[in-house]
T-cell receptor, first 119, second 114 residues
Framework: AQKITQTQPGMFVQEKEAVTLDCTYDTSDQSYGLFWYKQPSSGEMIFLIY??????QNATEGRYSLNFQKARKSANLVISASQLGDSAMYFCAMREGFLSNFGNEKLTFGTGTRLTIIP | NAGVMQNPRHLVRRRGQEARLRCSPM?????VYWYRQLPEEGLKFMVY????????ESGMPKERFSAEFPKEGPSILRIQQVVRGDSAAYFC????????????FGPGTRLTVL
């Protein structure tokens, strides 16, 4: 089974609209971390936002927020007031055994969503 | 504060040659991770190192690939006798204390095997 599932290969959104990128995950660990990264056409990986499994509040970073629904095992990224510069690939990633299993530091990535902002 | 640095950014090798990819972590970071990204795919974990120690190499191919993070100097990912299937983007990430810390990525090295 896929550990991280991103079901939207591509999305087109009008500039200034909000956009939600879906991410569901699969783990039996109680402690885990969820991350979103942005990869523009230039290729680098830019960290956007992080949510820990024990965090009671949804994470926010500027225009980015993470809609964390633990029971549904979903961690959707919400971008408010989208801009042309938001056009990029977006990857959801998870690290399991977050606090309890030292050494298990690897991130597991989804296949990504290509977001295109239309002027 | 300089970010994670990788060089070269682009590397072309012929089949059978060796490829050496370098990664200098962010200042203050002592944990390094290598990931590989095939075209149109997400990143796949390869190896996790601390200074002079390999902590987790569960994602490394059993042959031809090796990694090190010496006491002094950058981390090196070495691919011997490259084949066309090794063509990919190789990303290095670093973090401060490993457990529960965010990994920050370098710009990647694009390896092309002719």
């Amino acid at each position: 089974a896929q550990k991280i599932t991103q079901t939207q290969p591509g999305m087109f959104v009008q500039e200034k609209e909000a956009v939600t990128l879906d991410c569901t995950y699969d783990t039996s660990d109680q402690s885990y971390g969820l991350f979103w990264y942005k990869q523009p056409s230039s290729g680098e990986m830019i960290f956007l936002i992080y949510q820990g499994s024990y965090d009671e509040q949804n994470a926010t970073e500027g225009r980015y927020s993470l809609n964390f629904q633990k029971a549904r095992k979903s961690a959707n990224l919400v971008i408010s007031a989208s801009q042309l510069g938001d056009s990029a690939m977006y990857f959801c990633a998870m690290r399991e055994g977050f606090l309890s299993n030292f050494g298990n530091e690897k991130l597991t990535f989804g296949t990504g969503t290509r977001l295109t902002i239309i002027p | 504060n300089a970010g994670v640095m990788q060089n070269p950014r682009h590397l072309v090798r012929r089949r059978g040659q060796e490829a050496r990819l370098r990664c200098s972590p962010m200042k203050g970071h002592s944990h390094v991770y290598w990931y590989r990204q095939l075209p149109e795919e997400g990143l796949k974990f390869m190896v996790y190192l601390q200074k002079e120690n390999i902590i987790d190499e569960s994602g490394m191919p059993k042959e031809r690939f090796s990694a090190e993070f010496p006491k002094e100097g950058p981390s090196i990912l070495r691919i011997q006798q490259v084949v066309r299937g090794d063509s990919a983007a190789y990303f290095c990430a670093s973090s401060t204390r490993g457990v529960g810390d965010t990994q920050y990525f370098g710009p990647g090295t694009r390896l092309t095997v002719l």
